[in-house]
């Protein structure tokens, strides 16, 4: 058994990229490299990578669509894996279920189109299914949590576990997934009419698209809407005149302002100080304290 396990970590070894730089798999094209980076094509592989790293005391960070993503510009230590192949869906009746790297929107365009409801608000969010469900996506037209039975993942030391809803314990942009990495998801939706429902999700996706700055690089919006307050975290932002603000390429966006763009070359020391002077601002002048959304990977 050792040299079975020996030779299966040697393939896996063998295709391990060494200082792979990070900004093109992420959304805001933003990132230095990884020391070690491996495109995993299997669960397999996901097992492997979390196994390795905890022997070598390597830290394990997962990428999938990139979304909600600000990579520190030296780039960081440990492994990085790519799970954007993992992207199968089996449909059984009203059930669905999918890998964990499939995009979200694929995944809703495809579950409208066969007359499945309960994924249509979710229209024009970037990411893939597992990143959606890690961070329980969705806004005002509804949130992932709502459809998801459970979930498989890969644990931190390499094995297999099964969560359920329950035990995700969704929350407003948070779930339980116990540091683990979602390979697998099972969902149950609603029947409908397909037409409408794809006439449903396109006219979600046109009006994101139409007060969202999708033309520029970006890792989504960029602060938690806060508890408590009556307006939004984009509100707050654009009545505290930041707007347009820039620092280096990094500008709050003019057409929302709970976007951070990148206007070509930004780093993400341009966006940490851009998104530490817009928290200031917004506390100074509303006494709201704004939480971030998007998460940061340090050197």
């Not at 394990?60 to 992207?87: F, P, Q, T, Y």
């Amino acid at each position: 058994m050792a040299g079975i396990v020996s030779y299966v970590t040697s393939r896996i070894m063998r295709r391990i990229e060494r200082n792979r730089p990070l900004a093109e798999f992420t959304t805001f094209r933003i990132g230095g490299p990884a020391d070690h980076f491996l495109a995993c094509e299997s669960h397999s592989d996901v097992q492997q990578a979390a196994d390795f790293c905890r022997q070598e005391g390597l830290t394990l960070r997962v990428i999938g669509g990139g979304s909600n993503l600000l990579i520190a510009d030296e780039g960081v230590r440990g492994m990085v894996i790519d799970i954007s192949k993992l992207k199968s869906v089996r449909l059984y009746g009203d059930r669905v279920a999918v890998e964990g790297g499939m995009k979200l929107n694929t995944l809703v365009a495809t579950t409208a189109r066969e007359g499945l409801a309960g994924l249509e608000g979710l229209a024009a969010i970037p990411g893939t299914v597992g990143g959606a469900i890690a961070m329980n996506a969705g806004g005002r037209y509804g949130e992932i949590g709502s459809v998801v039975e459970r979930v498989v993942i890969v644990t931190p030391d390499g094995t297999m576990e099964q969560l359920t809803k329950e035990e995700l314990r969704f929350s407003y942009r948070e779930s339980q997934l116990r540091g683990g990495i979602v390979v697998e998801a099972y969902l149950k939706l609603n029947f409908g009419d397909a037409s409408a429902l794809v006439q449903t999700m396109s006219r979600i996706s046109a009006d994101k698209l139409g007060s969202q700055p999708y033309k520029l690089p970006s890792a989504g919006c960029t602060f938690r809407n806060p508890k408590g307050s009556e307006h939004s975290a984009g509100k707050l932002i654009e009545m505290a005149g930041l707007k347009g603000t820039r620092v280096g390429e990094a500008q709050v966006s003019t057409m929302h302002a709970n976007f951070i763009v990148n206007l070509g070359h930004a780093r993400a020391a341009d966006v940490e100080e851009l998104t530490r002077v817009t928290r200031e601002r917004v506390y100074e002048t509303y006494g709201v304290k704004l939480e971030r959304e998007v998460k940061h990977w340090a050197a």
